[in-house]
């Protein structure tokens, strides 16, 4: 089915910034909402943002004001710029899309790994 794969994580110092990227392909007839999670260990998965196909955006509580997401509108890809970086953002994130494909289905990434140190 459609394949989600991240991109750009990395080590990056505390006050630094990361781009990560995600690009969906497959058979997706429409694009509905695309985003991100993260999750670090012995956490559960929470949101860090979000896309729709409206161009609405949102953004956990945690990361307002310091990331963006954003969309590449010729293909189903989509960035999360990671500004001022702190080392709880440490986390393995992951990328999902909703989409319509004769149903609504939603597909996961396996995740970049994002540490931040002191």
């Known amino acids: 089915q459609v394949r989600v794969v991240e991109s750009g994580g990395g080590l990056v110092q505390a006050g630094g910034s990361l781009r990560l990227s995600c690009a969906a392909s497959?058979?997706?007839?429409?694009?509905?909402?695309m985003g991100w999670h993260r999750q670090a260990p012995g956490k559960e998965r929470e949101l860090v943002a979000g896309?729709?196909?409206?161009?609405?955006?949102f953004y956990g509580n945690s990361v307002k004001g310091r990331f963006t997401i954003s969309r590449d509108n010729g293909k189903n890809t989509i960035y999360l710029q990671m500004n001022n970086l702190q080392p709880e953002d440490t986390a393995v994130y992951y990328c999902?899309?909703?989409?319509?494909?004769?149903?609504?289905?939603?597909?996961w990434g396996q995740g970049t790994q994002v540490t931040v140190s002191s």
């Open positions: 999902s899309i909703e989409y319509w494909s004769g149903t609504r289905r939603i597909s």
């Open positions: 896309i729709t196909s409206t161009a609405t955006t």
């Open positions: 497959g058979t997706i007839l429409s694009f509905t909402e």
